[in-house]
T-cell receptor, first 111, second 112 residues
Framework: KAGVTQTPRYLIKTRGQQVTLSCSPI?????VSWYQQTPGQGLQFLFEYFSETQRNKGNFPGRFSGRQFSNSRSEMNVSTLELGDSALYLCASSVGDSPLHFGNGTRLTVT | GEDVEQSLFLSVREGDSSVINCTYT??????LYWYKQEPGAGLQLLTY?????DMKQDQRLTVLLNKKDKHLSLRIADTQTGDSAIYFC????????????FGKGTTLSVSS
């Protein structure tokens, strides 16, 4: 069974631009969560989607948004990028009460 | 406090046992997890324990849970150089819904 797939693996953007990251969950997993990982703040929860609806949201500004499609694939968008948005963005999928399974992440660098 | 606490660094010799400790925050947490992260990779689920258990063993891994002290530990038997990585403890709090709260991670260095 294929794992969680995130694309692209690396991105370089300029301050003020926007970016879209993509995540394909494990087949059969309907819940997709996003996390931001930085050296300073560690791993922080962004949001979770289930059946195309945002089910939970972390403490991030409105510049961070996401969506989920009917096939459970998810995208997250960051608008008006800031230097501090440079991070590894991790997507995870799960089914029911099972543990989260993470992808390899997208490394975003904002210059 | 609000944070999940872990020591930052642990160094062991190949063949020894490693014990990574974690203190979590919420006595009503339902599940506690251990994830491993190697350089350039995402998080790999190692094992997890339900809050009504005291211990779980899975091959070389043993998880111990002390609910009274809110203390979780991961023991790796016969540690190998391939075990060198960052290990994260995470809790699933009832009031946080589906979000996991992670510690800052413990870097395990295994020397031969």
């Amino acid at each position: 069974k294929a794992g969680v797939t995130q694309t692209p693996r690396y991105l370089i953007k300029t301050r003020g631009q926007q970016v879209t990251l993509s995540c394909s969950p494990i087949s059969g997993h309907r819940s997709v969560s996003w996390y931001q990982q930085t050296p300073g703040q560690g791993l922080q929860f962004l949001f979770e989607y289930f059946s195309e609806t945002q089910r939970n949201k972390g403490n991030f500004p409105g510049r961070f948004s996401g969506r989920q499609f009917s096939n459970s694939r998810s995208e997250m968008n960051v608008s008006t990028l800031e230097l501090g948005d440079s991070a590894l963005y991790l997507c995870a999928s799960s089914v029911g009460d099972s543990p989260l399974h993470f992808g390899n992440g997208t490394r975003l660098t904002v210059t | 406090g609000e944070d999940v606490e872990q020591s930052l660094f642990l160094s062991v010799r190949e063949g020894d046992s490693s014990v990574i400790n974690c203190t979590y925050t919420d006595s009503s947490s339902t599940y506690l997890y251990w994830y491993k992260q190697e350089p350039g990779a995402g998080l790999q689920l190692l094992t997890y324990i339900f809050s009504n258990m005291d211990m779980k063993q899975d091959q070389r891994l043993t998880v111990l849970l002390n609910k009274k002290d809110k203390h979780l530990s991961l023991r790796i038997a016969d540690t190998q150089t391939g075990d060198s990585a960052i290990y994260f403890c995470a809790e699933k709090r009832r009031q946080a819904g589906t979000a996991l709260i992670f510690g800052k991670g413990t870097t395990l260095s295994v020397s031969s």
